[in-house]
């Protein structure tokens, strides 16, 4: 029975192949005893007894969440390599030498910390795309990572500094996810990562925001640090920058230059929950502004709309104000001249 169910699998799989499998879809919910049941088959090739290796995708190992608590052998086939939810302490040099051909790493949730993993560990990895080292015990980025890395997910660990170093020639890297961490210093470390579009740096500790940042940049995200004011013509530098969120700090009208926000191309800017008593100049063209949980006394107009006319009008969908010291009589009646498509103005 087993022989021809493989023997048909084989038969798929070309098929399969010849569709373009996505391999994302394994990433989120695959793990049917369906090819749990096959594993001990040889159609997909050598495979750690603690693992499974699906015959019909047979670059990909899987696992995780069973208890690991070490690195399992890794044949050098495989491509996606999922280990999350273990309790692996530690990445020897040796742990991944034939692991050549990785291009997705998983291994958040585990009990890594930075003195365990080898300075060699990820020397062979030429073409790893994608690491997730989230939810560890790491106090640094790991060392030589690969310059290919495209995708790099150390969030919620005790990061307290990022150097130029750990991220320099990563010519691909467009997400760093970086938050939850405890970083209070990240000078220009950013500054060469020329392909990178979202970064997040949420939850840290910045007292400012980083110097240098790269200039395509399409969501940049710095909530919940304690930053107290922006430079001058801080957004001006970039030329894609969409969504700012900058909830959860401590700016202040004295803080933030005139005009700093009256930028084309932003979309969504996040100020809640900081200590702003006026409503900052923003662009006509943004659309979402959330500056709820501030100290704002006024309902000024002109922050939206300097002239009103036919084309003159502001694009601002979404405006938050509740938690400050206004209330709806405050807004003065022309105001949904300017504020025509505003549908949601929550005071
Ligand atoms: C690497 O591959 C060799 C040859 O297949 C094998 O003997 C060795 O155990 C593997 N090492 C690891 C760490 O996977
Ligand atoms: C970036 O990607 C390109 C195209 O896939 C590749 O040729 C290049 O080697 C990569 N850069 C690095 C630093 O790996
Ligand atoms: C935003 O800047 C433009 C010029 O770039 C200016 O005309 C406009 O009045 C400014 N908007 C506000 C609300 O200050
Ligand atoms: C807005 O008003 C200015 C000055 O009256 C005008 O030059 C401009 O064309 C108007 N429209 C837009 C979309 O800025």
Redesign the pocket.
């Known amino acids: 029975m087993r022989l021809v169910i493989i023997f048909l699998l084989s038969a798929l799989l070309p098929l399969c192949l010849s569709h373009g499998r996505d391999p994302f879809a394994w990433l989120y919910g695959q793990r049917s005893n369906y090819y749990g049941a096959l594993q001990a088959d040889t159609t997909g090739g050598e495979c750690p007894s603690e693992c499974d290796c699906p015959p019909s995708f047979p670059v990909a190992m899987y696992c995780d969440g069973r208890g690991l608590t070490a690195m399992p052998t890794i044949p050098s086939r495989i491509k996606y390599l999922y280990l999350q939810n273990n309790a692996i302490k530690a990445m020897p040099d040796s742990a991944l030498v034939n692991a050549t051909n990785l291009l997705w790493l998983m291994m958040h949730h585990n009990q890594l910390t930075s003195d365990a993993i080898g300075e060699k560990a990820f020397l062979k990895m030429g073409g790893l795309e994608r690491l997730y080292l989230q939810h560890n015990n790491l106090i640094s980025i790991p060392s030589n990572l690969p310059r290919s890395l495209r995708d790099l997910r150390i969030n919620h660990n005790k990061i307290e500094k990022v150097t130029p170093a750990d991220l320099e020639g990563m010519d691909n890297l467009t997400i760093l996810y970086i938050h939850d961490n405890a970083v209070t210093e990240i000078g220009t470390s950013l500054k060469a990562l020329v392909s990178l579009t979202l970064l997040d740096i949420s939850g840290n500790k910045l007292t400012k925001v980083p110097e240098a940042l790269p200039e395509q940049l399409h969501q940049l995200y710095l909530e919940s640090n304690a930053i107290d004011s922006l430079p001058e013509g801080f957004l001006g530098r970039f030329t894609q920058l969409q969504y700012i969120r900058m909830s959860h700090n401590q700016l202040t009208d004295k803080g933030i230059p005139a005009?700093t926000f009256?930028v084309t191309g932003l979309v969504e800017l996040d100020l809640s929950f900081n200590k702003l008593e006026r409503i900052p100049?923003?662009?006509t063209t943004l659309q979402h502004l959330y500056l709820q949980a501030n100290q704002i006394k006024e309902f000024t107009l002109?922050?939206?709309?300097?002239i009103v006319d036919v084309t003159n009008f502001s694009k601002l969908r979404t405006l938050r104000l509740d938690g400050n010291e206004i209330s709806r009589q405050d807004i003065p009646s022309d105001s949904s001249l300017c504020l025509r498509v505003a549908s949601n103005i929550d005071v």
Do not use: D, E, I, M
Request: proline share 10%.
């Open positions: 005009n009256n100049p923003v662009s002109g922050s939206f709309c300097s």
